[in-house]
């Protein structure tokens, strides 16, 4: 009766330890998706800012960029694709868009002296430069938070609990092929004066 006895209080000492563990992976994977929500809701805050400033610099750049319609159709059409985008890589697509949009519409304004003194124009355009900043560090977190959760739920065994519960990896933010090209550089040619 004492084995018996025994071994019963290992089963059920073996079942709670095994229960433990299952509630404590099921609580670390709900923290990681979490905190790639949380990540993705920073980004998601200072975009807002971002695209609230699109409509000034369009309306700036509109008395001086007759011809560049095309332009500012695409930064008006990036931001609006954003806000009708439903899934993180919805919004991430149309941000890709947008920062090209951005870019480019930026490159044109150096062809345009007088739009590049507007007061106006430079302080979206540092605001701007300022939230750029502010998303690239957010993506970043957004990345790392999902790499943690990727590599949890990858890893044996939570491999086996994430599978069985429905927890699937989630995609990295990247940067867009346009992004990725190099720069060109051109630098004036200037002599050099001794001291």
Same mark, same amino acid.
């Given at each position: 009766m004492n084995t018996t006895l025994i071994i019963g209080s290992l089963i059920i000492i073996g079942l709670i330890a095994l229960v433990a563990y299952l509630v404590g992976v099921y609580n670390v994977?709900?923290? #990681?998706?979490?905190?790639?929500?949380?990540?993705?809701?920073?980004?998601?805050?200072?975009?807002?800012?971002?695209?609230?400033?699109?409509?000034?610099?369009?309306?700036?750049?509109?008395?001086?960029?007759?011809?560049?319609?095309?332009? #500012?159709?695409?930064?008006?059409?990036?931001?609006?694709?954003?806000?009708?985008?439903?899934?993180?890589?919805?919004?991430?697509?149309?941000?890709?868009?947008?920062?090209?949009? #951005?870019?480019?519409?930026?490159?044109?304004?150096?062809?345009?002296?007088?739009?590049?003194?507007?007061?106006e124009f430079l302080a979206i355009q540092q605001r701007i430069s300022a939230l750029e900043n502010t998303i690239a560090d957010r993506r970043e977190f957004y990345n790392d938070s999902v790499n943690l959760y990727n590599i949890s739920i990858q890893q044996i065994p939570t491999l086996w609990v994430a599978q069985e519960i429905g927890f699937t990896a989630r995609p990295l933010l990247t940067v867009a092929p346009s992004e990725r090209k190099d720069a060109k550089l051109a630098f004036a040619n200037r002599t050099r004066i001794a001291a």
């Open positions: 994977l709900v923290r #990681l998706a979490n905190n790639i929500d949380k990540a993705w809701s920073n980004i998601d805050v200072i975009l807002k800012q971002r695209h609230d400033e699109l409509p000034k610099l369009v309306e700036v750049c509109n008395s001086y960029m007759t011809h560049e319609r095309e332009t #500012l159709e695409s930064v008006t059409n990036a931001r609006t694709a954003y806000s009708t985008g439903l899934k993180i890589d919805d919004k991430a697509e149309a941000e890709n868009q947008i920062v090209g949009a #951005l870019g480019k519409l930026f490159a044109v304004a150096e062809q345009y002296p007088d739009l590049k003194a507007n007061q």
